[in-house]
């Protein structure tokens, strides 16, 4: 079996893991049915504990080192969602029973053969009949579009990573990898969701992640606490900008918010309280004097007239 890859299959591959791009060249890219570009069903069934033994390290033969454990199944899934943020892989309707299934938007489909081949097949296919005088077409190659351009034409761009922007919004199916393509409009900062829908749609959109990472059913309880606490998506951006800095990165998941959007609405609402205290303290102040201070000033202006006036201090001995 031979396989190869493309510039922007290897483009996007740069700087991932390296367990991440053995995943995607030696386990979907391997076993993907060129006539689709899906890889996994009832062709080959594909698994975690399949990609898992891709890539385990054996020791030389001879050599005093063990051999390395088997990498557990959430460490593959882990590197397949990096796959999926990459925009390498597009989950096509994965499942227990199918196995995994997932299509590799930026692989060449189609009938794949070596170049020197395919132009001796067309140089046969001129001379077959030298003297009859037909005109012999061709058969034209595929056209291939760039993936600056495949970018460009998205209209829409959202943030600086090359990687997580290789994909967005090239499909609109709920198990795509931008699970709020089909909102076109940006979600204004004013805006405040108010169901677990909206939230999953605004994340999805916003990092790029498949629509199951935003819709498990341990997220809604998350999203209805965001509700509550009146979060904006103004808010919410602050709050991902806050912990994607301390992580370093874009987390797999919206479950690494959820301790920061906690700790930001219970500092904000003391801060407002603290304000609105402050406020009300000063319009009190203003409109009724502190009555102890008002009778130590009279005081010192007594004892000052005392001095002054020798008529007043007689008559008030």
């Keep these: 079996m031979r396989s190869q890859w493309n510039g922007a299959e290897d483009e996007a591959l740069q700087g991932l893991t390296p367990e991440a791009q053995v995943i995607y060249l030696r386990g979907f890219r391997r076993y993907m049915d060129y006539r689709t570009g899906v890889a996994g069903g009832p062709a080959r069934k594909l698994s975690y504990r399949a990609m898992a033994e891709l890539i385990a390290v054996d020791p030389d ?8 454990e088997t990498p557990t199944l959430g460490r593959v899934r882990a590197r397949v969602a990096e796959l999926e943020r990459a925009g390498l892989v597009v989950n096509h309707g994965s499942s227990r029973s199918r196995g995994l299934v ?57 943030g600086n990573d090359t990687r997580n922007n290789t ?22 900062d004013t805006f405040q ?18 629509y199951h990472r935003v819709s498990r059913p341990k997220l809604i309880a998350v999203y209805q606490c965001w509700t509550s606490w009146a979060l904006s998506i103004g808010d919410l951006r602050q709050v991902m900008a806050c912990a994607e800095a301390n992580l370093g990165r874009i987390p797999d998941g919206p479950e690494y918010y959820k301790n920061f959007a906690e700790t930001y ?34 005081e010192r202006a007594a004892v000052q007239k005392q001095l002054t006036d020798p008529h007043y201090a007689l008559d008030n001995w």
């Design 61 to 68: 033969w001879g050599s005093q080192r063990k051999r390395a």
């Design 193 to 210: 969701p108010q169901t677990p829908a909206e939230w999953g749609s605004f994340l999805g959109r916003e990092r790029s992640w498949a």
């Design 167 to 188: 994909h967005l919004y090239n499909s609109t199916e709920l198990n795509s990898t931008n699970a709020g393509a089909r909102d076109i409009a940006a979600w204004p």
């Design 102 to 158: 997932f299509k590799l938007p930026f692989a060449d489909t189609g009938l794949v053969r070596p170049e020197k081949e395919r132009h001796k097949e067309q140089h046969k296919e001129q001379h077959r009949e030298p003297h009859s005088g037909n005109v012999v077409n061709l058969p034209k190659t595929r056209e291939i579009v760039p993936v600056e351009q495949s970018r460009n034409s998205t209209g829409s761009n959202t």
């Design 265 to 298: 609405a219970r500092e904000r609402d003391r801060l407002n309280e603290s304000i609105q205290s402050n406020h009300q303290g000063s319009n009190h102040g203003a409109s009724a004097p502190d009555p102890e201070r008002r009778s130590r000033r009279d």
